[in-house]
């Protein structure tokens, strides 16, 4: 079994900044991608950032230039930095891991963090 624990949101002001962080516990034998996703109310969740194993990022077009993706492979941790920070950012942020168990390693499957809400006031 796979856990994601979440850390980092908060209310924050327009033009602030936050750091998101992910870890992912549990008997974990590879990590493919992960990702950061949110859902604002009302809405249907969107991809916000992706990272591949070996560091390659994709973002929404809403937040290119704005918010970075990384990981840390030792730690099993994905971070999403938000800089610029905009009213619209404001939605609960989950993050994603695509990994195999120990006992399956063959077996790639989507785990969800349980979310982080994320207030940006203008």
């Known amino acids: 079994q796979v856990q994601l624990v979440e850390s980092g949101g908060g209310l924050v002001q327009a033009g602030g900044s936050l750091r998101l962080s992910c870890a992912a516990s549990?008997?974990?034998?590879?990590?493919?991608?992960m990702g950061w996703y949110r859902q604002a109310p009302g809405k249907q969740r969107e991809l916000v950032a992706s990272?591949?194993?070996?560091?390659?990022?994709d973002y929404a077009d809403s937040v290119k230039g704005r918010f970075t993706i990384s990981r840390d492979n030792a730690k099993n941790t994905v971070y999403l930095q938000m800089n610029s920070l905009e009213p619209e950012d404001t939605a609960v942020y989950y993050c994603?891991?695509?990994?195999?168990?120990?006992?399956?390693?063959?077996?790639?499957?989507?785990?969800w963090g349980q979310g982080t809400q994320v207030t940006v006031s203008s």
């Open positions: 994603k891991v695509n990994c195999a168990g120990v006992w399956t390693p063959s077996r790639f499957s989507d785990y």
């Open positions: 990272i591949a194993n070996g560091g390659s990022a």
């Open positions: 549990g008997s974990i034998f590879r990590i493919n991608t």
